[in-house]
Each structure stands twice: as structure tokens, then as C-alpha cells.
């Protein structure tokens, strides 16, 4: 009897091992990352998955930034997904709610390498939704060559009275507009909003209990302070949005302006440029955006587990590494933990990390471009003159109800 049952547990165990390698044997998937090129790090890292699961084909493609989210989620609706798929972030609330991608169960090594806050970008309702894989902070950009034009001293602004402060005397003393303002009708009007939010302890929607809570003392202060910004701005910001405004910068029309760390190298190399801390609201303290983009896996492939054990080697170690430093983005992990310092052991880079403690994930709503407009006819609004701060807040407030 006691051989039998041995026996029979050996057979159960290879039947269950042969079913699993039968199950693998001939899987294809379809990997799709964003960009001119699929970078040697992921495909390396492909590369040895399809090396220790045999039978298993992963073909990587590089799809151009302008057409590759609406590529993938086009053809998860016509019932034809990608295996997985680099995202923004922002879509991922809207994909899970519609059915097309599957939570995700990062590895607790992988999730205590993470910079604080990341995993708070992809998670909806206790549930994470993609793999974090591109991230950055933001901070405040100066010329010092026109501060001290404008009899300035070169310091960063730790307020935002201080900060209009400066722009206003720049203005006034030099004819250069004082501070870069978005106000176009882009998703970086919004996230520029979105820096002075957080810095004054604002909120756009509670993530746990899928509140809205835009309408705030904070953020009728953060509306009120970013249109009286126009005034010490250059001409007409509704016409410009960020990558404008660093062309801008680099002409010296403008003396200070918000970018992300990636902001160092497209400056020109002449000016004498000081990088700081965004300055702190009235409510709260020198926050930042803390804006991810993904890997999610999506639904209806039958092989939605395999794909997540090979998303979950490209966004971590070397290959995120990778990614991180050759992007110049603010890194996502803490990569002291696997023995990697530089580059992001220098007082540059240290400022962008140092900010994500006091940041804010980007919200997020089942529909993202609705969310995206109503926010940005809040903004406009409020530079045009068209109605107060708390009506225009309250306004907003009432129509994110419909998309959260």
C-alpha cells in the first residue's frame, strides 16, 4: 500500500511537470516597448528567458512613442492583446476596470528596492496593476546669469512668495519673464499643476477609498497662485507647453522653469544654470509629481503568468538600470542595494531623489484624456480670468465624478 501511494504521487507530480512543459511548448509571445529601438539590455534579458523555457518564442517590437499606447489598446479591445505592453501609467485604471489587463504580483524582493511612493503610480483599490519601469521627479531650473542681471543672488526659493518674489523682480528688472508657465492644451499643463498641488498638500483622488478630493482649500490656493503666475510669465502661456518652455530657457526669455532631471543635458552649454527644489505652498512642503510609466500584462493571452515572470526581470536589475541611467531618469529603485551608485550618487541627482518622499503619484481615473481635459480647462480658466478659483475647483471637482 505504501509503495502504491508513492507511486502514485510520482505519477501525479510527472503527469503535472509534463502538462506544464506541454503547456509552454510552442507559446508565443508578443512584447511591445515604446520607442525607435527594443534596447540590448531588455533583449538580453529575452534572451535568457526563451534560453531557460524552452519551447517558449518572445518577439520584441519597437513601436514610435506618438502611436504606441493607442496601438496596444486598440488591439486589446478588438480581442487581439499583446502579451505586454509598455504603458503610461495613467491608463492603467481604465484598462483594469475595462477587463483588458491583469493585476500583478511583484515580488516582495523587487518591491523593497523601489523608491518610496512608486507603487502607489499602478495600484487602484489594494491591487497593482503594472510593472513600474520609467519614473522621474521634477525641480526648478534658474539662469543664474539673469538673477544676478536682475540683482539677485543665485538661491533657490524655499516659498512660493519668495518664488513669485524673484520672477517679479526679474521681470521688472530685466524685461525677461521671470518664470516658464504651460498652459497648453497637453498633458504636461496638467502636470505642471499637478508639482504646485503636491507641494501644497493637495490631492486630485484618494486612491484608497476612490474619492475625489480635488475640491480643497489647497488646491483653490494652488489654482489661484498658478494664474497670478501669468503675470510675471511669458506672453500668453496657453500657447506653451514644457518642451517649449526649455527652448525658451535656453534663448533667455526665461529665467526659471520646472523640468525633470533629463533637463541637464538639453540645456545650453554656456548658461550658468542652478537646479532646486520646487518652493513649498502655504500647506505644505517642496513636493514633486511623481509620474511612472509601466509594463502592464494584459488579459486573454492564456499565458498572462509567464509573461509577468519575464516583465518582472525587464523592470528590475540590470536591464532597469539600464534603462534609468540611458534615459536620465530619476531612478525608480534603489540600485545601492545591488551595488550600483553612480551616477546617482552626485548633489544633482540626489535633489530628485531627495524630493520623493514629500511627492504625489499621478492620478488615477478610468478615463485619463476626460481627466486630462477637465484639469486643463480648470487651469485655462483660471489664467483667462473666467471665473474664481473656487468655482472654477469646484466645477472640476464635480465633473472628475463621472471618471473615477
Same mark, same amino acid.
Given at each position: 500500500m505504501r509503495f502504491t501511494f508513492i507511486g502514485s504521487l510520482l505519477t501525479a507530480f510527472f503527469v503535472s511537470l509534463f502538462? +506544464?512543459?506541454?503547456?509552454?511548448?510552442?507559446?508565443?509571445?508578443?512584447?511591445?516597448?515604446?520607442?525607435?529601438?527594443?534596447?540590448?539590455?531588455?533583449?538580453?534579458?529575452? $534572451?535568457?528567458?526563451?534560453?531557460?523555457?524552452? *519551447?517558449?518564442?518572445?518577439?520584441?517590437?519597437?513601436?514610435?512613442?506618438? /502611436?504606441?499606447?493607442?496601438?496596444?489598446?486598440?488591439?486589446?479591445?478588438?480581442?487581439?492583446?499583446?502579451?505586454? +505592453?509598455?504603458?503610461? +501609467?495613467r491608463t492603467l485604471k481604465g484598462l483594469a476596470e475595462n477587463g483588458h489587463i491583469v493585476a500583478v504580483e511583484i515580488p516582495?524582493?523587487?518591491?523593497?528596492?523601489?523608491?518610496?511612493?512608486?507603487?502607489?503610480?499602478? @495600484?487602484?483599490?489594494?491591487?497593482?496593476?503594472?510593472?513600474?519601469? #520609467?519614473?522621474?521627479?521634477?525641480?526648478?531650473?534658474?539662469?543664474?546669469? &539673469?538673477?544676478?542681471?536682475?540683482?539677485?543672488?543665485?538661491?533657490?526659493?524655499?516659498?512660493?512668495?519668495?518664488l513669485y518674489s524673484m520672477a517679479e523682480t526679474i521681470k521688472n528688472n530685466t524685461g525677461i519673464a521671470g518664470i516658464g508657465?504651460?498652459?497648453?492644451?497637453?498633458?504636461?499643463?496638467?502636470?505642471?499643476?499637478?508639482?504646485?498641488?503636491?507641494?501644497?498638500?493637495?490631492?486630485?483622488?484618494?486612491?484608497?477609498?476612490?474619492?475625489?478630493?480635488?475640491?480643497? =482649500?489647497?488646491?483653490?490656493? /494652488?489654482?489661484?497662485?498658478?494664474?497670478?503666475?501669468? $503675470?510675471?510669465?511669458?506672453?500668453?502661456?496657453?500657447?506653451?507647453?514644457?518642451?517649449?518652455?526649455?527652448?525658451?530657457?535656453?534663448?533667455?526669455?526665461?529665467?526659471?522653469?520646472?523640468?525633470?532631471?533629463?533637463?541637464?543635458?538639453?540645456?545650453?552649454?554656456?548658461?550658468?544654470?542652478?537646479?532646486?527644489?520646487?518652493?513649498?505652498?502655504?500647506?505644505?512642503?517642496?513636493?514633486?509629481?511623481? &509620474? /511612472? $510609466?509601466?509594463?502592464?500584462?494584459?488579459?486573454? /493571452?492564456?499565458?498572462?503568468?509567464?509573461?509577468?515572470?519575464?516583465?518582472?526581470?525587464?523592470? @528590475?536589475?540590470? #536591464?532597469?538600470? $539600464?534603462?534609468?541611467? =540611458?534615459?536620465?531618469?530619476?531612478?525608480?529603485?534603489?540600485? =545601492?542595494? &545591488?551595488?550600483?551608485?553612480?551616477?546617482?550618487?552626485?548633489?544633482?541627482?540626489?535633489?530628485?531623489?531627495? #524630493?520623493?518622499?514629500? *511627492?504625489?503619484?499621478?492620478?488615477?481615473?478610468?478615463?485619463?484624456?476626460?481627466?486630462?481635459?477637465?484639469?486643463?480647462?480648470?487651469?485655462?480658466?483660471?489664467?483667462?480670468?473666467?471665473?474664481?478659483?473656487?468655482?472654477?475647483?469646484?466645477?472640476?471637482?464635480?465633473?472628475?465624478?463621472?471618471?473615477?
Amino acid at each position: 500500500m505504501r509503495f502504491t501511494f508513492i507511486g502514485s504521487l510520482l505519477t501525479a507530480f510527472f503527469v503535472s511537470l509534463f502538462s +506544464s512543459f506541454q503547456s509552454m511548448a510552442g507559446t508565443e509571445m508578443h512584447g511591445v516597448m515604446c520607442g525607435g529601438e527594443i534596447r540590448a539590455a531588455d533583449q538580453a534579458v529575452v $534572451d535568457q528567458f526563451m534560453a531557460d523555457n524552452p *519551447g517558449v518564442t518572445v518577439t520584441m517590437e519597437a513601436v514610435p512613442w506618438g /502611436t504606441c499606447q493607442d496601438k496596444v489598446i486598440n488591439l486589446a479591445i478588438a480581442g487581439d492583446p499583446v502579451s505586454f +505592453s509598455y504603458l503610461g +501609467s495613467r491608463t492603467l485604471k481604465g484598462l483594469a476596470e475595462n477587463g483588458h489587463i491583469v493585476a500583478v504580483e511583484i515580488p516582495e524582493s523587487q518591491k523593497a528596492m523601489y523608491q518610496p511612493g512608486i507603487l502607489d503610480t499602478v @495600484s487602484h483599490l489594494g491591487k497593482t496593476w503594472g510593472y513600474p519601469h #520609467a519614473f522621474s521627479t521634477k525641480a526648478l531650473f534658474m539662469n543664474c546669469g &539673469i538673477l544676478e542681471q536682475a540683482g539677485l543672488a543665485c538661491e533657490g526659493p524655499k516659498t512660493w512668495d519668495e518664488l513669485y518674489s524673484m520672477a517679479e523682480t526679474i521681470k521688472n528688472n530685466t524685461g525677461i519673464a521671470g518664470i516658464g508657465l504651460c498652459g497648453k492644451d497637453f498633458d504636461n499643463t496638467m502636470h505642471q499643476f499637478l508639482n504646485y498641488l503636491y507641494s501644497n498638500g493637495g490631492q486630485v483622488i484618494d486612491p484608497d477609498t476612490n474619492t475625489i478630493t480635488l475640491n480643497s =482649500s489647497n488646491t483653490v490656493e /494652488t489654482l489661484a497662485f498658478y494664474a497670478k503666475l501669468a $503675470d510675471v510669465s511669458q506672453e500668453g502661456p496657453l500657447a506653451w507647453e514644457r518642451s517649449q518652455l526649455t527652448e525658451l530657457f535656453n534663448d533667455e526669455k526665461i529665467a526659471m522653469y520646472i523640468n525633470g532631471p533629463w533637463g541637464r543635458g538639453a540645456h545650453g552649454e554656456g548658461l550658468n544654470v542652478k537646479t532646486v527644489r520646487i518652493p513649498a505652498g502655504p500647506q505644505g512642503k517642496q513636493g514633486t509629481l511623481l &509620474i /511612472t $510609466d509601466s509594463v502592464g500584462i494584459f488579459s486573454g /493571452t492564456g499565458h498572462e503568468d509567464l509573461a509577468s515572470k519575464l516583465v518582472a526581470k525587464l523592470a @528590475s536589475g540590470d #536591464a532597469q538600470y $539600464d534603462l534609468d541611467t =540611458s534615459w536620465g531618469l530619476t531612478p525608480i529603485m534603489q540600485y =545601492s542595494q &545591488i551595488g550600483k551608485v553612480a551616477p546617482y550618487n552626485d548633489d544633482y541627482w540626489m535633489m530628485f531623489i531627495d #524630493a520623493i518622499a514629500d *511627492g504625489g503619484p499621478e492620478p488615477l481615473l478610468v478615463d485619463y484624456k476626460a481627466f486630462q481635459t477637465v484639469m486643463n480647462s480648470m487651469i485655462q480658466g483660471a489664467i483667462l480670468g473666467e471665473g474664481s478659483a473656487a468655482d472654477l475647483v469646484a466645477e472640476a471637482a464635480e465633473e472628475l465624478e463621472e471618471y473615477k
